[in-house]
């Protein structure tokens, strides 16, 4: 019998392409983890029963029993009714009011608790991260798209119903630009990482003289988030025009964040904030200068997270309720 009884739980990261599971112990250590292939075209009850079988087995390989299992959590990405384990909608895996919870439970007998991803990483950043020791944290995860989590209090904020705090889709511009969700000005059109490809290949487009051009192989499909920052680390001007243009609608977002929840810490994920100081300085400036009541009230650092690829396990084992001596 494993000294560790009681003492841990399963993180279930669900993605489009693929499953991380990991068994999460004291501390939110990770003790073991494993991957499969989502297969998103299958249908849902094909791929619950793989990632209940697969993480029956990873506790087993582990020396653990069921019953040494406090539960499992599962971040999901779409709207989820978190009170019912039901993924309502999710595009990235093309499900439609899925109980998810009801049936992970038949391969995996424990306590499921089932919550949007963006959240799970926001909570994985507060019990185990950049935001850790902080009872009331923001989350902006800057990827395909934007998503992001409120914690209050040491707990998720979902709004009073499914669906609420998605952080991407609060409007910051009056531009036109169209956004996934099929609004205009959203937060994702501009400060999404895909939107600063999309605009560094269309700056390239109209100045092949830019070292854009060069960092990409002449070839925009080449074109990453990451050529922007190293174009202008090079003086070329239009990476400092994308760069500053980038950091100013990802500012003006944030500061309305600050403005309306006041949180302790204000965390930053995605592959695009490998950038570290060079995207969190100017933004912490940004908002000395702009929040409200900056010169009189607490204004929340901006922080890069920390739970890097093991973010969406230990964010999804979160979920699951601990007592403070186990």
Not at 41 to 47: H, K, L, N
Not at 112 to 134: F, M, R, T
Not at 155 to 166: C, D, M, Q, R, S
Not at 224 to 237: L, M, R, T, W, Y
């Amino acid at each position: 019998m494993s000294d560790n009884k009681n003492k841990v739980v399963v993180g279930i990261d669900l993605g489009g392409t693929g499953i991380k599971i990991g068994i999460v112990g004291k501390d939110y250590g990770l003790i073991a983890q494993t991957s499969i292939p989502t297969g998103a075209q299958r249908p849902y009850e094909e791929i619950i029963a793989d990632m209940g079988k697969t993480a029956a087995a990873l506790l087993e390989e582990n020396g653990f029993e069921i019953k040494d299992c406090l539960g499992a959590g599962v971040g999901s990405p779409g709207t989820v009714d978190s009170s019912t384990g039901v993924v309502l909608y999710s595009n990235n895996i093309r499900w439609d009011n899925v109980p998810l919870a009801e049936e992970l439970r038949k391969y995996l007998p424990v306590p499921v608790y089932v919550n949007n991803d963006a959240n799970c990483a926001a909570l994985g950043e507060v019990v185990k991260g950049a935001a850790k020791g902080c009872r009331n944290a923001a989350f902006l995860t800057l990827g395909t798209g934007v998503g992001g989590g409120i914690v209050i209090d040491g707990k998720i904020f979902e709004g009073g119903h499914p669906g609420g705090v998605e952080l991407g889709h609060i409007r910051i511009r009056s531009d036109g630009r169209t956004c996934t969700c099929g609004r205009a000005d959203c937060l994702e059109a501009y400060a999404s990482a895909s939107a600063l490809i999309d605009d560094a290949k269309k700056m390239a487009e109209h100045h092949p003289e830019s070292k854009l051009w060069e960092l990409c192989g002449h070839d925009l499909e080449n074109m990453n988030a990451k050529i922007p920052f190293d174009a202008a680390e090079a003086g070329d001007a239009c990476g400092k025009t994308l760069v500053e243009n980038y950091i100013e609608y990802l500012a003006d977002g944030i500061t309305d964040l600050a403005n309306i929840f006041r949180p302790d810490i204000i965390v930053l994920g995605g592959g695009i904030c490998a950038q570290g100081k060079k995207l969190t300085d100017p933004l912490n400036q940004y908002l000395k200068e702009n929040c409200f009541g900056a010169s009189i009230a607490y204004v929340p650092q901006v922080v890069i997270a920390q739970n890097g690829n093991d973010a969406g396990i230990i964010g999804a084992a979160s979920l699951v309720p601990r007592k403070e001596n186990q």
